[in-house]
């Protein structure tokens, strides 16, 4: 046991580095990883003491403390396993064809640079796009730290420099996360194209693990028909994403957003 703790310890530790060394740190999320490593390790020292002093910490602590913290250890863990089987769910969703508009979801813009995880999105909607010329698409997103323009501006840029006739876009550039993203694109195109969200057939279109939150959100605004439109994500750090996208799932239903 205590060498398996050992090991988690270093890849959580590893994982971390190569995420800096990778991606750098745009949030600070991924400090979760080196914490878990420290984690790790102090259990596996624990471990160590237990065996050669026949010293068990868990022995200062009264019985119903022991079953509560257990209890809740194992809750969690059947809850995080649920979860990261709703956004598998997600990931291997097949939109149908000529939905009547796309949301296309914001993600980081670095200056006017698109982000890795925003450029693999909109490839995707304009393959989506491309197959079903009667669609058109919203690109949804604000103004961020460290961004020149909105990602609506750099994902609308994007789309006409790939062909994509401008009629068929709609900028909307005030969202800072993915429940505005959705608030504000539904407004727009009831005003646009004059009909309610439950008579639109919506695809969302977000890199795979987001696809469940992303379309969840919009059923609790009342869309009927709505689908997701999975685009890939980065291989590296999709471990990353599914850990963060859970605590952003159970963020969400907290606050009543899902």
């Given at each position: 046991?205590r060498?398996?703790f050992?090991l988690?310890?270093s890849?959580?530790?590893l994982y971390?580095?190569?995420?800096v060394?990778y ?8 400090c ?7 984690v790790c390790?102090?259990i596996?020292?624990?471990?160590r003491?237990e065996t ?12 119903p ?6 209890t809740?250890?194992i ?13 598998f ?5 097949k939109p ?19 982000s ?6 909109l490839?995707?909607?304009k393959?989506?796009?491309n197959?079903?010329p ?10 961020g730290s ?15 420099s ?9 900028k909307?550039?005030r ?7 959705l ?5 727009l195109?009831?005003k646009?194209l ?17 696809v ?10 009342g ?15 999709q ?20």
């Amino acid at each position: 046991m205590r060498i398996l703790f050992i090991l988690l310890g270093s890849f959580s530790i590893l994982y971390f580095i190569g995420i800096v060394l990778y991606a750098g740190l745009s949030s600070l999320f991924p400090c979760i990883w080196a914490a878990a490593g420290l984690v790790c390790y102090a259990i596996a020292i624990l471990l160590r003491l237990e065996t050669t002093h026949h010293w068990n910490i868990l022995s200062i602590f009264p019985k119903p403390v022991k079953t509560v913290c257990l209890t809740l250890a194992i809750l969690i863990v059947i809850a995080f396993l649920i979860t990261e089987g709703l956004i598998f769910s997600g990931m291997t969703q097949k939109p149908s064809k000529n939905l009547d508009t796309l949301i296309v979801l914001g993600a980081q813009v670095n200056g006017t640079k698109l982000s890795n995880s925003l450029k693999l999105r909109l490839k995707r909607a304009k393959e989506y796009l491309n197959e079903n010329p009667e669609t058109i698409a919203v690109v949804s997103g604000g103004k961020g730290s460290g961004e020149e323009i909105s990602e609506a501006e750099a994902m609308y840029e994007y789309l006409v420099s790939q062909g994509i006739d401008t009629r068929r876009l709609i900028k909307e550039d005030r969202s800072t996360n993915t429940n505005e993203n959705l608030k504000y694109s539904l407004a727009l195109l009831e005003k646009e194209l004059n009909k309610k969200p439950e008579e639109l057939r919506i695809g969302i279109v977000t890199n795979g693990f987001h696809v469940f939150r992303g379309t969840s959100i919009g059923k609790k605004m009342g869309c009927r028909q709505i689908e997701g439109v999975p685009a890939k994500s980065n291989k590296f750090l999709q471990l990353n994403y599914l850990v963060r996208e859970c605590l952003g799932i159970w963020k969400d239903k907290l606050v009543g957003n899902l």
